[in-house]
Nanobody
Framework: QVQLVESGGGLVQAGDSLRLSCEASGRTFSSYAMGWFRQAPGKEREFVAVVSRSGRSRNYADSVKGRFTISRDNAKSTVYLQMNVLKPEDTAVYYC??????????????????WGQGTQVTVSS
């Protein structure tokens, strides 16, 4: 079992940056691939980024590629999402999630065992 707690969300203007953090507790953090997802009002939860257990492999949604960077620090049991050049369409609740079954991590929410409570990101135009 692992518990996930996100932080770092907030209200920013278009073009600004934010860094989200997700700290894990419980089982060995390096046993999990870690993903970030987001959900805007009235929309389905969508994939944002995933990092492998080792941190060497990363994948991104096309909508954030080149602007967002996922990273992890296994010594701190924390995964990060650095978000640059934010756009109003990035407004959503952002969730981190842990995948114990795939070393590379999944692009699909159903691939994850554990979820954080979410952190709100609002980007004004």
């Amino acid at each position: 079992q692992v518990q996930l707690v996100e932080s770092g969300g907030g209200l920013v203007q278009a073009g600004d940056s934010l860094r989200l953090s997700c700290e894990a507790s419980g089982r060995t953090f390096s046993s999990y691939a870690m993903g970030w997802f987001r959900q805007a009002p009235g929309k389905e939860r969508e994939f944002v980024a995933v990092v492998s257990r080792s941190g060497r492999s990363r994948n991104y949604a096309d909508s954030v590629k080149g602007r967002f960077t996922i990273s992890r620090d296994n010594a701190k049991s924390t995964v990060y999402l650095q978000m640059n050049v934010l756009k109003p369409e990035d407004t959503a609740v952002y969730y981190c999630a842990a995948d114990s079954t795939s070393s590379q991590g999944s692009r699909f929410p159903t691939g994850y065992n554990y979820w954080g409570q979410g952190t709100q990101v609002t980007v004004s135009s």
